[in-house]
């Protein structure tokens, strides 16, 4: 199994109607079969067992239940890049 690397354009899409953000490389058409890896996250796959899109179900439910780890990581992101741009003090 693996990520289909030719360069074709990656599409993502975000239904709000049903809360559905997904990602794919090249065309929806290409996919032959789908797995459910983890609650609401799906793979699907072209006929090689290529990987050719993701779709996650309930997004933004996903998004809101992770918004404290999400905070923390952005937070330390923020201070490393605050490190890199103040002057040293000699």
Not at 1 to 15: A, C, F, G, P, S
Not at 33 to 41: A, Q
Not at 49 to 70: N, Y
């Amino acid at each position: 199994m693996r990520i289909k690397k030719k360069k074709v354009e990656m599409l993502e899409h975000y239904d709000k109607d049903v809360d559905i953000l997904s990602f794919y490389w090249g065309k929806k058409k290409g996919v032959k079969h789908s797995r459910e890896l983890k609650v609401n996250i799906l793979i699907d796959f072209d006929k090689k067992d290529d990987i050719v899109g993701i779709e996650i179900w309930d997004f933004l439910e996903a998004l809101k239940e992770s918004q404290k780890e999400i905070d923390k990581i952005f937070k330390k992101h923020d201070k490393k890049q605050k490190k890199k741009k103040s002057p040293k003090n000699s």
